[in-house]
């Protein structure tokens, strides 16, 4: 076969380049320690999410010192945690200088999970998880969207990641509030707050109860991993409450804990008894619907 | 429409035919597609971060 | 010497209508275009946001389907009739697989069209891709299956061409255009294979309701085990006009022919065993079968770079036949004022540079810059989008007059088209490429978001936008110029005076080519080897995680709900149990 001298130079300068192509990714492979999304974890129901030990327990969870896995569900079409910009659901919240574990599923369809302008992109794929090890370095949000059609609603379909500084960050949540059915006009109440701290660390949460138009804080000290109360003994016959016939409070903890903030505050109401008890079966069902007001 | 015969000057062989204009064009498409390749690799894509890291 | 359609008249009928039937695709195609790139850019919205899915489908589905793979049967079977000169064996066999791709059109067309309207529950918005669990309308999944089949039986057309020939002339080389359509329909055959199994197993009978679930990992990498080697069959009849038209324009001749034979070889080889390059990013498969996928793709550019130098030098042969002088001097010999000519060269240069992000796209972890970006549909417009669909334009003006026999409306407006055509996907696809580096994602509708923005480093999102939008204004335009220079063509006078059909002899001729390039069956023995290297570990790990038949999970939107279903679920069940053991069982062996 009769080849032109300078098509076997061409032929051999291809060659090159193909090989500096392969070496350039496998550096960056096993050089720079990027990794593919991968086959490392097992199939998944994806009818049966809630059921699964990770994403019966959506969010974030810290594993070790400056680590954590964030369990993520994509559906049509939100990212629970992530799609906040709308109030659907809570956004990520990790601290900065974290390394974090993503790990991605879908009940339905073929989803991506993409945080945008950054390399931290996946395929999400019904019955497989995803499950991506990024560096949080800077304080900052990013963006997230869903680059994979997945019907009607797919450009909608976004979320926040928010990066906060580490001492912003908490894992508190408000586990329960012991607080009275309802009370005598002008008697003092108490409140009793639990908060759990699922960091594996100690530390300090600010406790705020707001009661009628009042706001009253407790600092208290919670260890790693576990739980601690605080009381607050509030004086009905201080507050401002005109003519209610029920005064609300809400329990909060730790501004900086978006991450639970589903489960960051608590509500309820009490019932103010006068000279009748006539609104005893309404205060209930108020209790009921309250927020985990009384678990 | 053909341009078959009509407007050539000269009939060249294969022997004859040195295609120097060949190789200037795709020397410099070379030349491209490394500098673009080292571009996109090293600055766009290592200096887009967050990158996915193994587990450590 | 004569036109080919006095050598051809019956022949010249049915290419005709392939021809027509591909430029019909091509206009409605367009119109779909428009639509969405104003819409996505915002400057024009004439439809719910929902709806884009549709148009978008039908875009996709009608140009990479329909317009390319219409036109390439009309040129391939002009390929072989015109390099054996003999006719087809069987014209009534030739229109049947005719007809049988035109209904697979027609039924996969109505299933997406009428998601326009919400007079019937039947849908397709699924996509180009229909990833399970999107679900399409059963009837959209028949008019693929039929189409091709349609395929199949061409390809059977002109290897019984190649067959008979073969019996009258034993000893002589197959002629260079039907070894090139040979090998790609045998590439075609091995990679159909893929989607007639996505489809025929699984998402038809799941569409009917005869099983209850799909793995959506396995149909998606059935998908692209067909997905990847379809984007070659669009290209190799472009690479084929390169190789024997672009120097027959040039006003020279084919560098070299045994070279060009390689590089068909070579496609036959690499095209299949390279699909998982589309799911880097997929969980459920493993690093290492996306990295054997990245070495096997990154080999498939050596042909195509093997090509580029070819088709120059033969180029460069035609202009310095016709004077051109100098290390690029030669360049402005060359007959730019041929808009076949120009379209084919503008196509190439612009292949050039779809070829570079191509090789961004094929790189293992860089594809977590541009996945499913902005930047894929910048990459596929120059490839597919003007190398194949401008190379394609480019020769209809030198075939539809050879098919018709009528004499070309316009060779000026064809010229001011072909142009057109380049600066409109200039702009377009260079500003998607750069929207896709920001993040942009491809196949949304409105891509503005509540909680974020794009960030810039150079120029705003607005400009990136209005680029997209002028491209494709201008790319619109372009189509329509084409079309209305071809429609007037077909209803021209009878040009006396067209030139020959003849393919000029190649510089290096077939002799000079090893025989063992003529070996088909060889190299269709090696590139079945190596997809099944490439392809059975996959395969086989992606059952064995999920089960034939998935983990569980329903259809989107549910077509059918059929009470039968139980008994399939059971055989699936029972199948996937088999697999499951005969993997543990070849494990034990091993």
Same mark, same amino acid.
Request: charged letters at 15%.
């Given at each position: 076969?009769?080849?032109?001298?300078?098509?076997? *130079?061409?032929?051999i300068a291809?060659?090159?380049?193909?090989?500096?192509?392969?070496?350039?990714?496998?550096y960056?492979?096993?050089? *720079?320690?990027?990794?593919?999304?991968?086959?490392?974890?097992?199939?998944? !129901?994806?009818?049966?999410?809630?059921?699964?030990?990770?994403?019966? !327990?959506?969010?974030?969870?810290?594993?070790?010192?400056?680590? =954590?896995?964030?369990?993520i569900?994509? =559906?049509?079409?939100?990212?629970?945690?992530?799609?906040s910009?709308?109030?659907?659901?809570?956004?990520?919240?990790?601290?900065?200088?974290?390394?974090?574990t993503? =790990?991605?599923?879908?009940?339905?369809?073929?989803?991506?999970?993409?945080?945008?302008?950054?390399?931290?992109?996946t395929?999400?794929?019904?019955?497989?998880?995803?499950?991506? $090890?990024?560096?949080?370095?800077e304080?900052?949000?990013?963006?997230? *969207?869903?680059?994979? =059609?997945?019907?009607?609603?797919?450009?909608g379909?976004?979320?926040?990641?928010?990066?906060?500084?580490?001492?912003?960050?908490?894992?508190?949540?408000?586990?329960?509030?012991?607080?009275?059915?309802?009370?005598?006009?002008?008697?003092?109440?108490?409140?009793?707050? $639990?908060? !759990?701290?699922?960091?594996?660390?100690?530390?300090?949460?600010?406790?705020?109860?707001?009661?009628?138009?009042?706001?009253?804080?407790?600092?208290?000290e919670?260890?790693?991993?576990s739980?601690?109360?605080?009381?607050? $003994?509030v004086?009905?016959?201080? *507050?401002?409450l005109?003519?209610?016939?029920?005064?609300?409070?809400?329990?909060?903890?730790?501004?900086?804990?978006?991450a639970?903030?589903?489960?960051?505050?608590?509500?309820?109401?009490?019932?103010?008894?006068?000279?009748? !008890?006539?609104?005893?079966?309404? $205060?209930?069902?108020?209790?009921d619907?309250?927020?985990?007001?009384?678990? | 429409?053909?341009?078959?015969?009509?407007?050539?000057?000269?009939?060249?062989?294969?022997?004859?035919?040195?295609?120097?204009?060949?190789?200037?064009l795709?020397?410099?498409?070379?030349?491209?597609?490394?500098?673009?390749?080292?571009?996109?690799?090293?600055?766009?894509?290592?200096?887009?971060?967050?990158?996915?890291?193994?587990?450590? | 010497?004569?036109?080919?359609?006095?050598?051809?008249?019956?022949?010249?009928?049915?290419?005709? @209508?392939?021809?027509?039937? @591909?430029?019909?695709? /091509?206009?409605?195609?367009?119109?779909?275009?428009?639509?969405?790139?104003?819409?996505?850019?915002?400057?024009?919205?004439i439809?719910?946001?929902?709806?884009?899915?549709?148009?978008?489908?039908?875009?996709?589905?009608?140009?990479?389907?329909?317009?390319?793979?219409?036109? /390439?049967?009309?040129?391939?079977?002009?390929?072989?009739?015109?390099?054996?000169?003999?006719?087809?064996?069987?014209?009534?066999?030739?229109?049947?697989w005719?007809?049988?791709?035109?209904?697979?059109?027609?039924?996969?067309?109505?299933?997406?069209?009428?998601?326009?309207t919400?007079r019937?529950?039947?849908?397709?918005?699924?996509?180009?891709?229909?990833?399970?669990?999107?679900?399409?309308?059963?009837?959209?999944?028949?008019?693929?299956?039929?189409?091709?089949?349609?395929?199949?039986?061409?390809?059977?057309?002109?290897?019984?061409?190649?067959?008979?020939?073969?019996?009258?002339n034993?000893?002589?080389?197959?002629?260079?255009?039907?070894?090139?359509?040979?090998?790609?329909?045998i590439?075609?055959?091995?990679?159909?294979?893929?989607?007639?199994?996505?489809?025929?197993?699984?998402?038809?009978?799941?569409s009917?309701?005869?099983?209850?679930?799909v793995?959506?990992?396995?149909?998606?990498?059935?998908?692209?085990?067909w997905?990847?080697?379809?984007?070659?069959?669009?290209?190799m009849?472009?690479?084929?006009?390169?190789?024997?038209?672009?120097?027959?324009? @040039?006003?020279?001749?084919?560098?070299?022919? +045994?070279?060009?034979r390689?590089?068909?070889?070579?496609?036959?080889?690499?095209?299949? +065993?390279?699909?998982?390059?589309?799911?880097y990013?997929?969980? #459920?498969?493993?690093e290492?079968f996306?990295?054997?996928?990245?070495?096997?793709?990154?080999? /498939?550019?050596?042909?195509?770079?093997?090509t580029?130098?070819?088709?120059?030098?033969?180029?460069?042969?035609?202009?310095?036949?016709r #004077?051109?002088?100098?290390?690029?001097?030669?360049?402005?010999?060359?007959?730019?004022?041929?808009?076949?000519?120009?379209?084919?060269?503008?196509?190439?240069?612009?292949?050039?540079?779809?070829?570079? @992000?191509?090789?961004?796209?094929?790189?293992?972890?860089?594809?977590y810059?541009?996945?499913?970006?902005?930047?894929?549909?910048?990459?596929?417009?120059?490839?597919?989008?003007?190398?194949?669909?401008?190379?394609?334009m480019?020769?209809?003006?030198?075939?539809?007059?050879?098919?018709?026999?009528?004499?070309?409306?316009?060779?000026?407006?064809?010229?001011?088209?072909?142009?057109?055509?380049?600066?409109?996907?200039?702009?377009?696809?260079?500003?998607?490429?750069?929207?896709?580096?920001?993040?942009?994602?491809?196949?949304?509708?409105?891509?503005?978001?509540?909680?974020?923005?794009?960030?810039?480093?150079? #120029?705003?999102?607005?400009?990136?936008?209005?680029?997209?939008?002028?491209?494709?204004?201008?790319?619109?335009?372009?189509?329509l110029?084409?079309?209305?220079?071809?429609?007037?063509?077909?209803?021209?006078?009878?040009?006396?005076?067209?030139?020959?059909?003849?393919?000029?002899?190649? /510089?290096?001729?077939?002799?000079?080519?090893?025989?063992?390039?003529?070996?088909?069956?060889?190299?269709?023995?090696?590139?079945?080897?190596?997809?099944i290297?490439?392809?059975?570990?996959?395969?086989?790990s992606?059952?064995e995680?999920?089960?034939?038949?998935?983990?569980?999970g329903?259809?989107?939107?549910?077509?059918?709900?059929?009470?039968?279903?139980?008994?399939?679920?059971?055989?699936?069940?029972?199948?996937?149990?088999?697999?499951?053991?005969l993997?543990?069982?070849?494990?034990?062996?091993?």
């Amino acid at each position: 076969m009769n080849i032109h001298n300078y098509e076997k *130079l061409w032929l051999i300068a291809a060659m090159l380049l193909i090989i500096g192509f392969i070496v350039t990714i496998t550096y960056g492979s096993v050089g *720079l320690g990027i990794a593919m999304i991968d086959d490392s974890e097992e199939t998944i !129901d994806p009818n049966a999410l809630e059921d699964h030990e990770r994403f019966g !327990d959506l969010g974030v969870h810290q594993t070790g010192d400056g680590e =954590y896995d964030v369990n993520i569900r994509a =559906y049509q079409f939100n990212f629970e945690p992530g799609s906040s910009a709308l109030g659907v659901h809570d956004p990520i919240v990790v601290p900065e200088n974290s390394e974090v574990t993503l =790990y991605v599923t879908s009940p339905d369809v073929i989803h991506s999970f993409s945080v945008v302008g950054t390399n931290a992109n996946t395929m999400v794929v019904p019955g497989e998880i995803s499950v991506m $090890t990024v560096e949080f370095n800077e304080a900052r949000e990013y963006g997230i *969207l869903c680059n994979e =059609y997945c019907g009607s609603g797919h450009h909608g379909m976004e979320g926040v990641i928010e990066v906060v500084p580490e001492d912003e960050f908490h894992l508190f949540s408000v586990a329960g509030v012991d607080a009275p059915e309802s009370a005598q006009a002008g008697d003092e109440v108490e409140i009793t707050a $639990t908060v !759990d701290n699922d960091a594996l660390d100690a530390d300090s949460a600010a406790v705020s109860l707001e009661i009628g138009e009042e706001t009253f804080e407790n600092e208290l000290e919670v260890d790693a991993e576990s739980s601690a109360s605080t009381t607050f $003994t509030v004086d009905t016959g201080a *507050l401002d409450l005109e003519d209610a016939v029920d005064i609300d409070w809400t329990v909060t903890v730790e501004d900086g804990s978006e991450a639970t903030l589903e489960d960051g505050s608590a509500s309820g109401s009490i019932a103010l008894e006068t000279d009748d !008890d006539e609104n005893d079966d309404t $205060t209930d069902d108020d209790n009921d619907e309250s927020d985990g007001g009384d678990q | 429409m053909s341009s078959d015969a009509d407007a050539l000057e000269r009939h060249i062989g294969h022997d004859e035919f040195d295609p120097v204009g060949t190789l200037a064009l795709i020397g410099i498409y070379f030349l491209i597609l490394l500098l673009m390749w080292l571009f996109m690799y090293f600055v766009e894509f290592l200096g887009n971060d967050l990158t996915v890291v193994g587990m450590i | 010497m004569s036109a080919y359609i006095d050598q051809f008249p019956e022949e010249a009928k049915v290419i005709r @209508s392939a021809f027509y039937a @591909s430029f019909f695709a /091509l206009a409605l195609g367009a119109a779909f275009g428009l639509i969405q790139t104003l819409h996505r850019t915002d400057f024009v919205r004439i439809i719910p946001a929902e709806m884009y899915y549709t148009v978008l489908t039908a875009h996709g589905v009608l140009m990479v389907v329909t317009f390319t793979i219409f036109f /390439l049967v009309a040129i391939f079977t002009w390929a072989v009739t015109t390099s054996l000169d003999r006719g087809v064996e069987d014209i009534r066999f030739t229109w049947s697989w005719y007809g049988l791709m035109t209904l697979g059109t027609a039924f996969a067309a109505i299933a997406i069209l009428a998601g326009f309207t919400d007079r019937t529950e039947i849908s397709a918005d699924v996509l180009f891709t229909f990833y399970a669990p999107l679900q399409a309308h059963p009837m959209f999944y028949v008019g693929l299956v039929l189409f091709v089949i349609g395929t199949w039986l061409a390809g059977a057309d002109w290897f019984r061409s190649w067959w008979a020939w073969k019996q009258e002339n034993p000893d002589k080389r197959i002629p260079l255009p039907t070894f090139m359509v040979l090998t790609t329909m045998i590439m075609w055959y091995l990679a159909t294979l893929g989607v007639a199994t996505s489809i025929i197993a699984f998402l038809l009978p799941w569409s009917l309701g005869l099983i209850d679930t799909v793995n959506p990992t396995l149909t998606r990498t059935l998908f692209w085990f067909w997905g990847h080697p379809v984007v070659y069959f669009w290209l190799m009849p472009a690479y084929m006009m390169w190789y024997i038209m672009l120097p027959k324009f @040039s006003g020279g001749r084919l560098f070299s022919d +045994p070279l060009a034979r390689v590089v068909f070889v070579l496609f036959l080889l690499l095209s299949t +065993p390279v699909g998982i390059h589309h799911q880097y990013l997929d969980p #459920g498969i493993a690093e290492g079968f996306k990295f054997i996928a990245m070495t096997n793709t990154m080999f /498939l550019l050596l042909p195509s770079l093997l090509t580029a130098f070819t088709v120059v030098a033969s180029m460069e042969h035609g202009a310095r036949q016709r #004077g051109g002088e100098g290390y690029f001097g030669w360049l402005g010999a060359l007959p730019w004022r041929d808009p076949v000519f120009t379209g084919m060269a503008l196509a190439g240069l612009m292949f050039a540079a779809g070829g570079f @992000s191509g090789m961004i796209n094929a790189g293992m972890n860089i594809n977590y810059l541009v996945h499913n970006s902005l930047w894929v549909p910048g990459h596929f417009h120059l490839t597919v989008g003007t190398a194949v669909a401008l190379t394609f334009m480019a020769v209809s003006y030198y075939f539809i007059p050879q098919v018709t026999g009528r004499r070309l409306a316009s060779k000026q407006i064809a010229l001011v088209q072909v142009v057109m055509w380049f600066v409109g996907m200039t702009f377009m696809s260079n500003a998607m490429h750069r929207g896709g580096l920001l993040g942009m994602p491809r196949r949304t509708a409105e891509p503005e978001y509540a909680g974020f923005q794009f960030e810039t480093a150079i #120029g705003t999102v607005g400009e990136l936008n209005a680029q997209i939008a002028l491209g494709g204004v201008l790319l619109t335009l372009s189509t329509l110029l084409f079309i209305v220079n071809m429609s007037i063509t077909a209803l021209n006078d009878r040009d006396d005076d067209l030139p020959s059909n003849t393919i000029p002899e190649p /510089l290096s001729g077939p002799n000079e080519a090893p025989l063992v390039l003529d070996n088909l069956k060889l190299w269709t023995a090696i590139a079945v080897v190596l997809v099944i290297f490439a392809y059975s570990l996959p395969l086989a790990s992606i059952v064995e995680r999920g089960g034939l038949f998935g983990p569980g999970g329903d259809a989107f939107p549910m077509f059918l709900e059929l009470a039968d279903s139980f008994g399939f679920a059971l055989v699936g069940e029972t199948l996937s149990a088999m697999v499951s053991s005969l993997l543990e069982t070849l494990r034990t062996v091993v």
